[in-house]
């Protein structure tokens, strides 16, 4: 990009999946690969921005050296490190498949399998979007993501504004949109709930949208 409309702006995205560990060799996760969140952290330092991606397991990595990753594990240590980077960061983007729950102990050993089930007890864990989202200061924008199976626009507007959310992009699973794509199609959704949607694109052009979403509707001026 020849502008630069992040220049000057630190932007902190969230992406991949988190792993919440039962015992030494088990955890719980997801299907994310992190490449939605990659792309948005490679686009806005190409947009000239400081970029930090808190970035949870996954093989993938932001080709842009200029992106700063930190790595996590767990949604706890994700969050962590969020609450670490808020304060100085004008645009947060959630792009991470965050578990909702962990383990409430985690088993020293490897659990021994024996006759009959298994039960697993699980505790909510912190939600980093509704926090950044109900501390923000007027001039930080927080941006979510929400990935729907069902009544999506719906649940979409409810978590935009439970989470206190200036957009939200809601997307879904699908043979070629969500979870481990290449390409993905979303629907933004800004606090008037208006809907943009954007048409099956790679998942650069639609980092690429967003930013400028961002950049021309939401950014104080
Ligand atoms: O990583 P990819 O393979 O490229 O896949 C991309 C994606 C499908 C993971 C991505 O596009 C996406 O939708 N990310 C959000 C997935 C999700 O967990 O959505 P949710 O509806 O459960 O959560 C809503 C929002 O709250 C998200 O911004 C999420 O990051 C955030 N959240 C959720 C729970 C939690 N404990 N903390 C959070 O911050």
Same mark, same amino acid.
Do not use: I, R
């Given at each position: 990009l020849s502008l630069s409309p992040l220049k000057d702006k630190t932007v902190l995205i969230t992406a991949g999946p988190t792993h919440e560990p039962i015992d030494p060799v088990r955890f719980i996760g997801n299907h994310s690969s992190g490449k939605m969140g990659i792309s948005l952290a490679e686009t806005a330092a190409e947009m000239g921005a400081k970029v930090n991606l808190v970035l949870g397991p996954t093989p993938l990595r932001p080709t842009n050296a200029d992106v700063n990753v930190i790595s996590v594990e767990t949604a706890v240590h994700m969050h962590q490190e969020c609450e670490k980077l +808020?304060?100085?960061?004008?645009i947060s983007i959630m792009a991470a498949a965050v578990a909702d729950y962990r383990p409430k102990k985690v088993a020293d050993q490897k659990i021994k399998k024996a006759d009959g089930g298994l039960h697993i007890d699980l505790i909510k864990n912190p939600d980093i979007l509704f926090d950044l989202g109900n501390k923000k200061s007027a001039t930080q924008v927080v941006v979510g993501f929400a990935l729907e199976t069902e009544n999506g626009i719906e649940n979409a507007i409810g978590k935009l504004h439970k989470k206190n959310c200036d957009l939200i992009v809601l997307n879904s699973p699908s043979f070629n949109t /969500? +979870? /481990?794509?290449d390409t993905n199609e979303v629907t933004l959704i800004n606090r008037k709930e208006e809907q943009i949607t954007l048409g099956l694109k790679s998942k650069q052009d639609i980092a690429k949208d967003i930013l400028l979403h961002i950049t021309d509707h939401l950014l104080p001026k």
């Open positions: +808020f304060s100085l960061t004008d /969500g +979870f /481990g794509k």
